[in-house]
């Protein structure tokens, strides 16, 4: 089916109605990934954080000054840089000071950030933040022209397209994004081996894969918790896709001469506490697992600590097998390493494995510090 259109000039243009939708569809798509779900390969950030980052930096709020009200952040940045709802931008704020959620949090929070049980954060209002000192790194060498600058969303002022990085935040924190057709699932690994692997790779650019993990033994969650296997480490370092099994840390103890409990000090990532909890009682009532006879948490301040107590009769080691099968004490991470990549003809999405996520980090920094640092005397 066609519909006929009429331009201003009187012209008359058939255009087929589905040729019509596909086009309309792919450009709404495509600015959505573009603009709010995927990370920038060379700074690892979307644009909104990016724009939380350069917000907070233009009012100063560095590591060596006061925390500033969140609700005041959010405003500004709505303001100046990402005309976006509130809500979106303060959870994208939150989510970049939860020690539980960055492996590396860009920002230092104070107040009510949420926690592991799934409670959310507090109000903006009543919660304050300011920049940490891995924030300043990505900043570093910003006011040196290192990057190139676009017109803010109303024109009225420039912002950079991507942040100078001297912290390699796409591996070392992360990121999780789901845009129209595309979903960015990549998980945090620890800072010092990313750089040793960085610097191995900049002495030898030819390194593969295997080579490279000799440095990264794979990712690093914030919280802790095992890692079962290698198989789906070394996919996704090698594709980009792969499936991490993910475990909680569990010892079995005895309570006093007649009973044994099941101890739980670390769970794996993104794993509610309290979900974890109402899980096990779930199975308990409808007796899919049976021998447990009580169920307490006992976290403080010092750490987590989940007791399940079990019954005399109760084989230990057997409950404890039934719930990693059936609770969140073992899960998978589907790892979906997508990011946006810098081509002749702007940035596009594209699957990332280590090494080219290492390299492109690489380049990044090269021409950064081209610009940044004064040119040698002779």
């Given at each position: 089916m066609a519909e006929e259109t009429t331009t201003d000039i009187g012209k008359v243009e058939p255009i087929a109605l589905e040729?019509?939708?596909?086009?309309?569809?792919?450009?709404?798509?495509?600015?959505?990934?573009?603009?709010?779900?995927?990370?920038?390969?060379?700074?690892?950030?979307?644009?909104?954080?990016?724009?939380?980052?350069?917000?907070?930096?233009?009012?100063?709020?560095?590591?060596?000054?006061?925390?500033?009200?969140?609700?005041?952040?959010?405003?500004?940045?709505?303001?100046?840089?990402?005309?976006?709802?509130?809500?979106?931008?303060?959870d994208a704020l939150v989510r970049m000071g939860q020690n539980f959620a960055a492996r590396h949090p860009l920002i230092d929070p104070q107040g009510n950030?949420?926690?592991?049980?799934?409670?959310?954060?507090g109000a903006a209002r009543y919660t304050e933040a300011r920049l940490s000192p891995i924030a300043m790194a990505m900043l570093e060498d910003l006011d040196k022209d290192t990057v190139n600058y676009q017109p803010t969303y109303d024109e009225k002022s420039e912002e950079p397209a991507v942040l100078p990085g001297a912290f390699p935040n796409l591996l070392g924190n992360g990121?999780?994004?789901?845009?129209?057709?595309?979903?960015?699932?990549?998980?945090?690994?620890?800072?010092?081996?990313?750089?040793d692997a960085a610097v191995a790779l900049l002495d030898t650019p030819d390194l593969d894969v295997k080579q490279l993990m000799k440095y990264v033994q794979g990712p690093d969650f914030p919280g802790g918790g095992l890692i079962l296997g290698i198989t789906g480490i070394k996919e996704y370092f090698e594709t980009g896709r792969g499936s991490v099994t993910m475990q909680a840390r569990a010892i079995i103890e005895p309570l006093d001469r007649s009973r044994q409990g099941i101890i739980v000090t670390e769970l794996p990532y993104q794993v509610s506490k309290a979900a974890l909890m109402e899980q096990i009682a779930a199975l308990c009532e409808k007796?899919?697992?049976?021998?447990?006879?009580?169920?307490r948490d006992e976290s403080d301040r010092k750490g987590m600590r989940i007791v399940i107590e079990l019954k005399r009769e109760a084989n230990a080691q057997v409950i404890l097998n039934q719930l990693y099968k059936h609770t969140y004490l073992r899960s998978n991470f589907s790892v979906n390493?997508?990011?946006?990549?810098?081509?002749?003809?702007?940035?596009?999405?594209?699957?990332?494995?280590?090494?080219?996520?290492?390299?492109?980090?690489?380049?990044?920094?090269?021409?950064?510090?081209?610009?940044?640092?004064?040119?040698?005397?002779?």
């Open positions: 040729d019509e939708m596909t086009s309309s569809y792919m450009q709404f798509a495509m600015s959505t990934i573009m603009a709010r779900a995927l990370p920038d390969v060379r700074d690892g950030l979307k644009p909104s954080q990016r724009r939380i980052l350069l917000a907070m930096s233009d009012d100063g709020l560095t590591p060596d000054r006061p925390h500033s009200k969140c609700a005041a952040i959010v405003g500004e940045t709505m303001k100046t840089y990402h005309p976006h709802g509130d809500a979106s931008i303060y950030f949420g926690s592991l049980d799934g409670d959310p954060a990121a999780a994004g789901i845009a129209v057709g595309y979903a960015t699932n990549i998980p945090p690994h620890n800072v010092g081996e990313i750089v007796k899919t697992v049976e021998g447990i006879s009580d169920l390493a997508l990011a946006l990549v810098p081509t002749d003809g702007g940035v596009v999405p594209q699957m990332c494995g280590l090494k080219e996520m290492l390299s492109q980090f690489l380049r990044h920094r090269r021409e950064v510090a081209r610009i940044a640092l004064p040119p040698a005397r002779d």
